[in-house]
């Protein structure tokens, strides 16, 4: 067994001071404002894992034939602490994180991160950067992520990674509270083909969908939804969040993790919370003409987005080249508020949840 990595702290000579800092968590841009602190492992063929450290937020200096800027041999996770009330910071079912960080890194061909080693940064760096974590509907944002450092061009996997975890303080994914989300469909891109990378978080993967964003807002949405790369008929998932459909008979349907989509944890854990709260919960195949006519006919009652980023936010509209349609009243779901708030209250150590999701960080 690998003996336990000891981190080296060395802490911001020059970290923000409070008042500038409390001014940048006002209403934080979504991935705009940064701590003072980032952990840094390195990884190579030889040592394995070592020399782990939480420094100052700086930038890295990389060569320009890093075989990271050629190949995108990157992977990352995104996962939040958040502030109880009684001041105590927790993360949420982080080992889910490090274990998905684990099943994208066999994917890309990078080494494995020891599940605990991967908690322990995390921690690290909410421990150090606490008072970065805004009170009240806000939680600090954690970026883990690897890439290859070996300075190669030839195409294989490196003999060298960086592992590193920064913070960001957020609030809300989408501008405008609780306002229903409109998304555009996409006919002519696609995520994720079978035996592809959909189901790892791997940087390529949302470098591919950005021609679909920008798709999407130029004609007014916040978001694209999927279909599946053969046939062009099931949905799978958006850009960055899995997809649920609430009937009328209270019962929700989401798309079934064929691997092509990315197992997402909000995603695993309302279907936990939804089977709590008596609902019927399916994961099939739902096709986008099936979507169409439900929403036409009432059988479909509310629609939802579920990631860390997003939270639970309810779909008011889709739009796609060929035509469009609309979905429940403009307003927040019944059943999406309640699975939200639900969620929400045990991230936040309101509630108490199953055991393990609430993950109490020692400051
Ligand atoms: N799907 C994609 C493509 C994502 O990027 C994310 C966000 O991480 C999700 C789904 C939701 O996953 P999670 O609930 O683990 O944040
Ligand atoms: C997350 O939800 O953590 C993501 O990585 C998705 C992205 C939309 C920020």
Same mark, same amino acid.
């Given at each position: 067994?690998?003996?336990?990595?000891?981190?080296?702290?060395?802490?911001?000579?020059?970290?923000?001071?409070?008042?500038?800092? $409390?001014?940048?968590?006002?209403?934080?841009?979504?991935?705009?404002?940064?701590?003072?602190?980032?952990?840094?492992?390195?990884?190579?063929?030889?040592? /394995?894992?070592?020399?782990?450290?939480?420094?100052?937020?700086?930038?890295?200096?990389?060569?320009?034939?890093?075989?990271?800027?050629?190949?995108?041999?990157?992977?990352?996770?995104?996962? %939040?602490?958040?502030?109880?009330?009684?001041?105590?910071?927790?993360?949420?079912?982080?080992?889910?994180?490090?274990?998905?960080? =684990?099943?994208?890194?066999?994917?890309?061909?990078?080494?494995?991160?020891?599940?605990?080693?991967?908690?322990?940064?995390?921690?690290?760096?909410?421990?150090?950067?606490?008072?970065?974590?805004?009170?009240?509907?806000?939680?600090?944002?954690?970026?883990?992520?690897?890439?290859?450092?070996?300075?190669?061009?030839?195409?294989?996997?490196?003999?060298?990674?960086?592992?590193?975890?920064?913070?960001?303080?957020?609030?809300?994914?989408?501008?405008?509270?609780?306002?229903?989300?409109?998304?555009?469909?996409?006919?002519?891109?696609?995520?994720?083909?079978?035996?592809?990378? !959909?189901?790892?978080?791997?940087?390529?993967?949302?470098?591919?969908?950005?021609?679909? =964003?920008?798709?999407?807002?130029?004609?007014?949405? $916040?978001?694209?939804?999927?279909? $599946?790369?053969?046939?062009?008929?099931?949905?799978?998932?958006?850009?960055?969040?899995?997809?649920?459909?609430?009937? %009328? $008979?209270?019962?929700?349907?989401?798309?079934?993790?064929?691997?092509? +989509?990315?197992?997402?944890?909000?995603?695993?854990?309302?279907?936990?919370?939804?089977?709590?709260?008596?609902?019927?919960?399916?994961?099939?195949?739902?096709? +986008?003409?099936?979507?169409?006519?439900?929403?036409?006919?009432?059988?479909?009652?509310?629609?939802?987005?579920? /990631?860390?980023? &997003?939270?639970?936010?309810?779909?008011?509209?889709?739009?796609?080249?060929? /035509? !469009?349609?609309?979905?429940?009243?403009?307003?927040? /779901?019944?059943?999406?508020?309640?699975?939200?708030?639900?969620?929400? &209250?045990? =991230?936040?150590?309101?509630?108490?949840?199953?055991? !393990?999701?609430?993950?109490?960080?020692?400051?």
């Amino acid at each position: 067994m690998t003996p336990k990595l000891k981190f080296t702290i060395d802490l911001n000579a020059h970290p923000t001071p409070a008042e500038a800092r $409390d001014a940048s968590m006002q209403d934080p841009a979504f991935g705009r404002v940064f701590t003072d602190h980032m952990v840094v492992i390195k990884w190579t063929d030889e040592l /394995g894992w070592h020399d782990a450290r939480v420094t100052a937020r700086v930038p890295f200096s990389i060569d320009p034939a890093c075989a990271v800027l050629h190949y995108g041999q990157e992977i990352f996770e995104g996962m %939040k602490a958040y502030r109880g009330e009684d001041g105590a910071l927790s993360l949420f079912r982080p080992f889910e994180n490090a274990r998905r960080f =684990q099943h994208s890194a066999e994917r890309l061909m990078m080494p494995s991160l020891p599940e605990d080693l991967f908690v322990e940064a995390v921690e690290q760096l909410v421990s150090i950067d606490r008072d970065w974590t805004p009170v009240g509907s806000g939680s600090l944002y954690l970026r883990p992520f690897m890439f290859a450092t070996e300075v190669f061009l030839g195409i294989k996997p490196a003999s060298a990674y960086t592992f590193c975890v920064i913070a960001c303080p957020v609030g809300p994914y989408f501008k405008g509270g609780d306002r229903p989300v409109t998304v555009w469909m996409s006919e002519h891109y696609t995520r994720a083909a079978i035996g592809g990378t !959909g189901a790892a978080k791997c940087g390529g993967n949302y470098a591919g969908g950005l021609a679909a =964003q920008v798709e999407a807002s130029r004609n007014g949405c $916040d978001q694209v939804v999927f279909l $599946d790369a053969s046939e062009r008929k099931w949905v799978e998932e958006l850009g960055g969040m899995n997809i649920f459909f609430v009937m %009328k $008979d209270g019962s929700l349907v989401t798309p079934p993790l064929s691997g092509t +989509i990315l197992p997402g944890i909000t995603r695993a854990s309302v279907i936990e919370l939804a089977r709590e709260a008596g609902h019927t919960v399916r994961e099939e195949r739902y096709s +986008i003409d099936q979507w169409a006519s439900d929403a036409k006919s009432g059988d479909l009652a509310e629609a939802f987005v579920c /990631g860390t980023a &997003a939270t639970l936010v309810s779909i008011g509209e889709i739009r796609a080249a060929s /035509g !469009g349609f609309v979905i429940g009243a403009g307003a927040i /779901g019944q059943t999406t508020a309640a699975l939200k708030a639900r969620l929400n &209250a045990i =991230q936040r150590g309101q509630q108490p949840g199953p055991a !393990g999701w609430s993950h109490r960080i020692a400051l």
